[in-house]
T-cell receptor
Framework: GESVGLHLPTLSVQEGDNSIINCAYS??????FIWYKQESGKGPQFIID?????DKRQGQRVTVLLNKTVKHLSLQIAATQPGDSAVYFC????????????FGTGTRLQVFP | AAGVIQSPRHLIKEKRETATLKCYPI?????VYWYQQGPGQDPQFLIS???????DKGSIPDRFSAQQFSDYHSELNMSSLELGDSALYFC?????????????FGPGTRLTVT
């Protein structure tokens, strides 16, 4: 079976609750940030992105918050559903290394009924 | 909608053998990226190509090489395989180079080296 995420931090939430997944990024020069969702046996799937000139961006049921002062990124999922169960990665890119996405440590989200 | 296609999906090789992974980007995408994801780890950038030219290079071993062809598909060639090369290998594509363009990931190739 899929071995990605065997030893990752895990967040367990009840269906219908809100989820908050946090990420600390490494490079203060990074100017673009993305959240990816990775389900078992699949590649990372784009969820939402944010540029460094913003501190908040909302999508459908998801919100990304960026705090550049402490180099922190968070993903908020409203009304979490069983289909949200997956491993979530934040990624950053730097203007000095424009093709390279640097992924943070993933967080496994488990949604229980 | 068409997605990134990778082949094979699973590959088993022995140490010191070679492997070739293929990636077919989304139609009209001109940039491909290769990532390696070990068990329980985050994806690590290997290399990227824009318009058939190498555009960026990450932590790719010298035993690995890659290229992008005229039809924009890409191949990752891996020689002298080692046990530590066992991982998921993802290809992503985007329209336009640079990480600030949304990268669409393929389903990955699981390489097992025995």
């Amino acid at each position: 079976g899929e071995s990605v995420g065997l030893h990752l931090p895990t967040l367990s939430v009840q269906e219908g609750d809100n989820s908050i997944i946090n990420c600390a990024y490494s490079n203060s020069a990074s100017d673009y940030f993305i959240w990816y969702k990775q389900e078992s046996g699949k590649g990372p799937q784009f969820i939402i992105d944010i540029r460094s000139n913003m501190d908040k961006r909302q999508g459908q049921r998801v919100t990304v918050l960026l705090n550049k002062t402490v180099k922190h990124l968070s993903l908020q999922i409203a009304a979490t559903q069983p289909g949200d169960s997956a491993v979530y990665f934040c990624a950053e890119s730097s203007p000095y290394n424009t093709d390279k996405l640097i992924f943070g440590t993933g967080t496994r989200l488990q949604v229980f009924p | 909608a068409a997605g990134v296609i990778q082949s094979p999906r699973h590959l088993i090789k022995e140490k010191r053998e070679t492997a070739t992974l293929k990636c077919y980007p989304i139609p009209r995408h001109d940039t491909v990226y290769w990532y390696q994801q070990g068990p329980g780890q985050d994806p690590q950038f290997l290399i990227s190509f824009y318009e058939k030219m190498q555009s960026d290079k990450g932590s790719i071993p010298d035993r690995f090489s890659a290229q992008q062809f005229s039809d924009y598909h890409s191949e990752l060639n891996m020689s002298s395989l080692e046990l530590g090369d066992s991982a998921l290998y993802f290809c992503a594509s985007s329209l336009g180079g640079g990480a600030s363009y949304e990268q669409y990931f393929g389903p990955g190739t699981r390489l097992t080296v025995t």
